[in-house]
């Protein structure tokens, strides 16, 4: 039987191919060049989103840059750049545009890194950017590691590996430990994995928000009294509330003693081991069993370039390796790389290569460099704000980020207290940089978070005066 020749191959002509493809890449260039006249924020309410946007899908096509033109004017106006140079929220991405072209070029080569078979190169490279940043830890050559989608994936792996080779996959009194600050991703990948509430600890932390580990000790004792079975400790190699590192050496020592698995979520933090300072503070980290690092937060990376690192490379085949009938070519040759067998995901890009490309275009020192500016910002911003005399320090730059509140001497905690929470919705309207907001022992404080490199003293300065303006009429 004859089979038609479509009417359509979803295909565009080579003129087209090169004029759009073009159209895309200038588009790109000007984001990169003009992003910081522009503002960081947008003004677009739901409805009018709605109205532009909801359709039901079109049974013709139109042309290209008719396309592009109307996402434009709707979806591609409205949204936050969070590589924006004023842009100090949450975690910044701040990106490069080498790792961009590499993204783009994965893409259009669709290259599948699930398994060794259909991509031995790519696997290749990703085996050596996983080895470089198990080098940036100091984690030992026994070390395996895979990317995924984030720091959120990065934790849940790195959980699920620790279950299985300290529970043996058994969830049944097992009980694991992290401290009040921890990324809610952990608690959400607990939960994935069948945790129940009363097998996660929440340990108190210190004046300077890092894990105490004699509340630590206490709750592991208590638990073993009462028949459970501690299994892990999460340690945050930088919170994103304040930048604070739990103390890895004693929570090291800890583990050794009690046969603990040591999980460092490093998602924002751990990149910082690349400079010396951020060395010095992650002193400790070598000796976990499992990272979760993401090389979109504090390596520059556009989304989604997260990592995790294992102690035992063989720890992620045990966990995950699965060798269903039609996957047997696959598993025939060289089972050690078949990324698939590391983690959740069988088809999955080649997110390594965008880190290489860029690692090998700027060079390590150079990202070295820009780390190292992420702490000099914080400072920066911390001199400014205490020099102005409206503002409190409630925790001293760490890690690229301090966190603060408006409080001028004749205010009251209370008036204060009503000006920080409606801050961040002034300075979201305003547009001109972006701050966010979170609690801290029970009262609302602000923060700058400072790793992206291109962000100047200027910015900061400017960004202080703005957002003083706006507490002052708030
Ligand atoms: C410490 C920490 N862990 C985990 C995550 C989650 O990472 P992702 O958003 O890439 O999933 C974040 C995100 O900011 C984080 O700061």
Redesign the pocket.
Known sequence: MAVSQPPHTLSLSVEEMRRVGYRIIDRLIDHTENLHERKVTYAVDRAELKRGLSEPPPEAGSDFESVLDSLEGTALANFMHVDHPRFFA??PGPSNYVSVLADTLCAGLNIFAGTWLASAGPSQIELVVVDWLRQICGLPESTGGLFV?????A?VTALAVARHVKLNDVNDGGVVYFSDQT?S??MRGLRLLGFQADQMRSIETDDAFRMDVRALRQAIAADRESGRRPFCIIA?A???NTGAVDPLPELADLCDEQDLWLHA?G???AAAALCERGRALLTGLERAHSV?L?P??WLFQPFET?CVLVREQRWLGETFRITPDYLRDAHRTEPETNFCDYGVQLTRSARALKVWMSVKVFGLGAFRQAVARGFELAEYAESVLRASGCWEIVTPAQLAIVSFRYAPAQMSDEAAESVNSRLVDAIFRDGYAMISSTRLRGRTVLRFCTINPRTSEQDIASTIDRIAQLAESA
């Open positions: 949450y975690i989608s984030g720091g959120s994936m934790n990324h991703s952990v945050n930088g919170t994103t979520d998602a924002y933090g979760a993401d979109h937060k997260g």
